[in-house]
Every structure is written in C-alpha cells, then in structure tokens.
C-alpha cells in the first residue's frame, strides 16, 4: 500500500523524480526483507491466517476493550490515509485549508500553476504513509504475539506520530477544532488502548490467553 500510494502521481499531475529514485532503491530491500522474514519462520501461515486473531480474547475484559481501541486506531488510520490521499488526488483542500491561507486555488495557481500540484504531491504521499501504517498496526494487534515489545512498538510510534500530528497545529497557527478532533480522538483512543493493555501486554515472561471453556 505504501509503495503503492506514489502511482497516484497521475491524479494530481505533478512526478517528483527523486521521490521516484528513492521509492525504486527502497522497493528491492522492502521486497527481499519480506521474502527473507518469510522463510526464517518456522512454519509460514496461509494467508487465510490475517482473518484469525492470534488470541481470543474475552472484550469484556480490560485487555479486550483495550484491544479494541488498538484495532479501531489503526482502522482509522487506514481510513483516514485513504481519505487524505483522496482529497489530495482530486480537490487538494478542504475548506478549512482555504480559510486559514485566505485563498483560493485559482489564485494559487496565478502564482505558480505547479504550486497546488505539488501540495497535492505531498498530501497524497502523506495520506498513504498513515494508511500503511494503519494496515501493519492492524495485522499487528490482531494476528501478533499480545507481547511487551509489541506495546512498547505501539507506544512510542502511536506517541510519536500523534503527538506530531497534533502539535504542529497550534505551532503553525492551524488551530481549526473540525480538523484537529479526529487526530485528537485517535491519539484518545490510542492512550486508553495502551493503558487498559500495559499490565497484560508488558507482563514478564511469555504472554497467552486461553480461551473461555
């Protein structure tokens, strides 16, 4: 999906060709890394296996709710990625974008025809990264080992990425609340995620659940 997301050049019209050069050195090492993490398995799953969780887990239960939230911050961002990279391969801005700069896109491209193109570039580029991510984040909580590195992974991206998703906002002066709540709400769901998850995932030793009889 990531590698994916930089064909839709054609939608915004604009190829940056170092972005292409970089994506074409990265695509062979991303490509042999999964082959060469594939065979070291000791028994390779079909593919049928993403449709099962690697633990039941009763949502009742403080893990379960906790893993819910995990599972729907990661179902948002894939559907945010999508809706970004959307946006970005058809009408580039939202209104509140246009209220902040207090402008149009025609007079944008008054003053340089590639100017939207080129944002247009960098949002759909932005767009597909959050959806990729969201997609490892997905098979990770479902089908991964409930383990303490695997929180402490979730942790320090999902802190990362949201805080930076959020704070640049009041740096740049980009304060509008309807752009800002479903960052604000994943990093929420997020948290309560990592904190209802901490005690079971970051247990010593390893970690497994059985199912109710």
Not at 151 to 180: K, M, R
Request: aromatic share 10%; glycine share 12%.
């Amino acid at each position: 999906m990531g590698f994916g997301s930089f064909l839709a050049y054609p939608g915004y019209g604009y190829l940056d060709t170092w972005h292409g050069v970089a994506t074409l050195f990265l695509l062979p090492c991303f490509v042999v890394g999964v082959i060469r993490s594939r065979n070291l398995l000791s028994k390779p799953a079909p593919v049928s296996h993403l449709l099962k969780p690697s633990v039941t887990v009763t949502w009742r239960t403080g893990l379960g709710v906790g893993r819910l939230c995990l599972l729907a911050t990661a179902v948002g961002m894939i559907f945010g990625g999508l809706t970004i990279m959307i946006v970005g391969m058809t009408s580039v801005f939202v209104p509140q974008d246009l209220k902040f700069m207090g402008i149009t896109p025609t007079e944008l491209h008054a003053i340089n025809p590639h100017l939207v193109p080129l944002i247009a570039h960098d949002r759909e580029g932005f767009g597909g990264g959050i959806c990729a991510c969201g997609i490892t984040v997905l098979f990770c909580v479902w089908c991964g080992e409930l383990s303490r590195s695997l929180w402490q992974a979730l942790c320090v991206a999902g802190t990362v990425g949201f805080s930076e998703a959020i704070l640049v906002h009041p740096i740049v002066g980009y304060n509008d609340l309807t752009h800002l709540v479903p960052a604000l709400f994943g990093g929420a769901i997020l948290a309560l995620g990592l904190v209802l998850t901490y005690k079971p995932m970051c247990a010593k030793g390893p970690f497994s659940i059985k199912s109710p009889s």
